[in-house]
């Protein structure tokens, strides 16, 4: 971008320049004499390296300057540098010495300050004349390898800085070695002094945003029975926000500074769902979690923090707006779940920290806009789009950073963020020379800012999304140091979004051709949106047969949320992994409702019932489901009367239920029987189950056959019956004949007696009585042909209730 914000006013004085330069030539007489009274060639060559110019680029030994104090000196501070100096060369460097350097003049401007950090070598005009005299560390010698440490302390007035502005200081070695016996400077490190004793005229209005925001940690998984134990994907989150991890820092620090929290609600309810019992995968198994004190700690640390404070409430797991406008809006449904993660997010913070956030903010990634990322953000409920300068960047004939709030269109606000503040953190900030120079640069650019002109302004520094603890302390050290200066004041986002925009500032919106490559490689592609809608399909379908949808809608539409989520950039992988596990999770639970599977079922008769049952292992009931059991024959059997039959069901959690239909016969032969569960949309639900009936009916001829032998049956029974009337009238004429012949003491009708005995003992013996009755069994009683009637439901292979 080019540089539109330069301060015009503070390069040094003609009449300072020339007595610079003036003196500079005065020093260099006498060398320049000696130069020429020398005839030999080494000695020559021995002088000539010891300009200043020889020496540029030197960087034998390596300085490192890890602290400054104090960061924004005063008149009457005194300004005090610590570091190490390494020699990097091979020869021992001798009389080695480390000094301060000032430049002579103020920096002119902001893109001067990035040019100074990226300058190496040495340049004595550049870099100015040391401090010299009882300040500087000397050391005897520098070996090769060895880290020195260094501390000079200097007061202010040794430094001779002139007017307010941004100084440049030096920290530089100077030594010999056995190659080169005399004095050269072998190594500089540059930071820069903000300078500017008396309170600014205007003070800049500064907003810093501090994030709160994390990756995702949730499944959609709940623990089994009423209490709906959540399962995070590991145990992270507790980490972060552990006394000395990366969220405990963001909160322990913030709550200290002038900033405007910005939050995700994700990040809140997941820790809520710490603050009970809750499990953690690992591996195929889960364990239960320990961090449930720390979680309750947090939170209630947090609460206390933001209370009275401005508090910004991104949509529910910080979605990407920039992939849904490039990739989801192409997909039906993703612009609603944005809409819903946007309007969960108040409810969400205000139910956990009791205080009302704003939510009318958009963030896209690194404040990269273009059209269809700001129509995406106002279709969620957004009117106002945190942007970036080297996004929304200046015209160049701007001569100083104007207002943040930059009006777009339509209502719409763009609160562009300054660039080179809000990254001067974004590198690592674990070593302490890294951590010193970004909170110096930072400072400079600040100040800078302010000299630019006499009218206050607005500025918004927006930094990286989830900074870590290093750059989380840096942010600190520099916050707290601006704080301290006289030139900046705070200002809540809100109040800077609403600052009277500036009428030269920029207000068209860049191209969709202009955003970056870099930022659109890592987004989420189309497939990741159509992914997600196939799992709000399944979800839609599955709800309606919920008597309590809130337990399942609930942990699925948030994990829906967090599978848009801007923390997956770069993690294509893992977000893939994800989505597949919630749309998993859901299958597992829709299967939880489901048929028996049934084997051939045989049908004897025009008519019997068919029993099919339902299974529900959910923890809750199930209703406003419908059995349907279809025919694939009707032309051999109907299901009642036609070729298919309906039943309800409501079946109450982890239970079963055998729904039974009637069928009717119409002729013999296997049939295909189909059963279907539809929800009350008509929607089916779940996998269908097909048997087959086969049908057996009992025909005509039969019949005949069957009256024929009942036919039979009696004849010969009648037959029989006249048969044994006979013999007894016949026993009767004999014993009357023989009665005056019987033997004395015997009755004339013993033996007639005895014939009729003998007859009825052999007909019970061929009669013998039926079980459990005092009748007798006839020959011509059938024996049963099936089993005793059950009434539990048919299982596999069961014969058909009649």
Do not use: C
Request: glycine share 8%.
């Amino acid at each position: 971008m080019a540089e539109a914000a330069d301060f015009q006013g503070m390069s040094p004085s003609p009449a300072r320049r020339w007595l610079l330069r003036t003196g500079a030539l005065f020093a260099g007489a006498p060398l320049l004499a000696g130069l020429f009274q020398l005839p030999t060639a080494p000695y020559a060559q021995a002088t000539q390296k010891t300009s200043p110019a020889a020496t540029t680029g030197a960087n034998t030994v390596e300085v490192s300057l890890d602290s400054l104090s104090p960061s924004v000196p005063t008149d009457g501070d005194t300004v005090t540098v610590s570091g190490t100096v390494t020699n990097k060369g091979k020869q021992t460097v001798t009389e080695a010495h480390v000094g301060l350097r000032v430049a002579s003049a103020a920096i002119t401007g902001r893109s001067a300050i990035d040019d100074a950090a990226k300058r190496t070598g040495f340049d004595q005009y550049t870099d100015g004349e040391e401090v010299g005299g009882k300040y500087v560390e000397k050391f005897s010698s520098l070996t090769s390898g060895v880290a020195q440490p260094f501390t000079i302390s200097v007061p202010v007035k040794e430094l001779d800085l002139g007017s307010d502005g941004v100084y440049q200081l030096g920290v530089s070695v100077s030594g010999k070695t056995s190659t080169a016996p005399y004095d050269q400077v072998l190594g500089i490190q540059r930071t820069f002094l903000p300078w500017q004793p008396d309170e600014a005229g205007t003070q800049t209005k500064t907003t810093y945003l501090w994030p709160l925001i994390s990756t995702t940690h949730l499944t959609a998984e709940t623990g089994p029975g009423e209490q709906q134990t959540p399962v995070f994907l590991n145990d992270d989150l507790a980490k972060e926000i552990s006394p000395g991890g990366r969220l405990e820092q963001m909160l322990t620090l913030g709550k200290d500074l002038d900033i405007t929290w910005v939050i995700d609600p994700d990040l809140l309810a997941s820790v809520v769902a710490m603050t009970e019992s809750y499990q953690v995968r690992s591996g195929n198994t889960t364990v239960a979690g320990k961090n449930e004190a720390v979680a309750r700690e947090w939170l209630a640390e947090l609460e206390t923090a933001v209370q009275g404070e401005e508090v910004i409430a991104l949509p529910f797991a910080d979605p990407d707006l920039a992939s849904l406008a490039h990739s989801g809006k192409k997909v039906t449904g993703s612009l609603s779940r944005l809409k819903d993660a946007t309007d969960v997010a108040s409810d969400t913070v205000e139910n956990i920290l009791r205080v009302v956030p704003e939510t009318d903010f958009a963030w896209p990634v690194n404040g990269a806009v273009d059209p269809s990322i700001v129509k995406v953000a106002i279709s969620a409920g957004a009117d106002k789009v945190i942007a970036r300068s080297d996004s929304l960047q200046e015209n160049s004939g701007l001569s100083y950073t104007p207002n943040a709030a930059r009006p777009i269109g339509g209502g719409t606000t763009a609160v562009v963020a300054d660039a080179r503040l809000s990254t001067a953190f974004q590198g690592d900030m674990t070593k302490a020379e890294s951590s010193t120079l970004a909170v110096q640069r930072f400072l400079a650019q600040s100040l800078m800012t302010d000299l630019q002109n006499n009218k206050q302004r607005s500025i918004v520094i927006a930094p990286q999304r989830m900074p870590s603890a290093s750059q989380a302390q840096t942010m600190a050290q520099a916050l707290t140091a601006l704080r301290g200066g006289t030139w900046s004041q705070t200002q809540e986002l809100s109040a800077a979004a609403a600052a009277k925009p500036d009428p030269g500032a920029n207000t068209r919106i860049p191209p969709a051709s202009a955003y970056p490559s870099s930022l659109r490689k890592p987004s989420l592609p189309k497939s990741a949106f159509e992914e997600i809608q196939d799992t709000q399909t399944d979800l839609d379908r599955f709800k309606v047969i919920l008597s309590d949808q809130s337990r399942v809608v609930t942990p699925f539409g948030r994990s829906m949320d967090r599978e848009m989520s801007t923390s997956w950039r770069g993690h294509s992988m893992e977000a893939a992994v994800y989505r597949n596990d919630v749309q998993s999770y859901l299958n597992s639970l829709t299967g939880q409702v489901r048929l028996i599977e049934k084997s051939e079922t045989k049908l004897s008769g025009r008519s019997a019932t068919i029993p099919v049952t339902v299974q529900n292992n959910l923890v809750q009931g199930v209703d406003r489901l419908t059995l349907r059991l279809t025919s694939k024959a009707p032309k051999r059997l109907k299901i009642g009367d036609y070729s298919f039959d309906e039943r309800s069901v409501d079946i109450s959690g982890g239970h079963s239920e055998s729904v039974k239909f009637t069928t009717n016969a119409e002729a013999n032969g296997p049939v295909t029987v189909v059963a279907q569960l539809y929800t009350a949309d008509g929607e089916k639900y779940g996998d269908e189950v097909t048997f087959v009936v086969n049908v057996t009916e009992i025909t005509p001829t039969v019949m005949l056959v069957i009256a024929g032998g009942v036919l039979l049956l009696v004849l010969a029974g009648f037959r029989m019956y006249t048969q044994r009337k006979r013999a007894a009238a016949r026993l009767g004429t004999e014993g009357a004949s023989t009665d005056d012949n019987a033997p004395e003491g015997t009755s004339p009708n013993d033996d007639a007696n005895a014939g009729a005995a003998s007859l009825v003992h052999t007909a019970e013996e061929q009669s013998p009585v039926k079980p459990g009755t005092d009748e007798p069994e006839h020959p011509s009683d059938p024996a049963p042909d099936t089993a005793p009637g059950n009434a539990d439901p048919s299982g596999t292979g069961e014969r058909v209730d009649r």
